[in-house]
């Protein structure tokens, strides 16, 4: 079947680096998503990506953050200047129609210290 | 603010009890996911249901979505060990994003 994979499992930076976390989506899906998940909290919607642009962001996605498709499989997320409060799961997740089927990947801990 | 609020929280039952696990908004939404997520993995979709009303059987899994599209139920006969996990709820209004619910922790015991 196929799966979203995400690359690296754990990630462990020091605040105020700037840190990549990487997808590759399913290959015939259309639109791209990061989430994020606070240990013992919520998943939390931060951005879709479509026709390479942002079609969507929350308020959390700020200036820290930028979405890139660099070629035609790979979707990465940028953290500019780490801080200690975006440690969490990090969730790429794809679909072939918006906002519908949605295939998530199975994440990046990242955490910050 | 959209907010998709789960109950029971945690759910401990024994093996061949039936559940229900309740999603609940005062938001309408456009459809509503039901996932479950494993510690440490990503949330695995289950069911989408888009239509107030609707039912959707999926083996043991009996997901309904409310009539006028604000709440949903997903109903499991005869839980087994493997059923547990992270049940979770995730509404979309005619955007891009899921908005997610709280959770309900189920724990099946042999």
Redo the contacts between chains.
Sequence with gaps: EPEVTQTPSHQVTQMGQEVILRCVPISNHLYFYWYRQILGQKVEFLVSFYNNEISEKSEIFDDQFSVERPDGSNFTLKIRSTKLEDSAMYFCASSELAGYGYTFGSGTRLTVV | TQLLEQSPQFLSIQEGENLTVYCNSSSVFS?L?W?RQEP??????LV?VVTGGEVKKLKRLTFQFGDARKDSSLHITAAQPGDTGLY?C?G?S??????????TRLKVLA
């Design positions: 459809s996911q996932y440490g993995e990503g949330p695995v979709l989408t979770l995730a979309n005619r955007t891009y994003k899921y908005i997610f619910g709280t959770g």
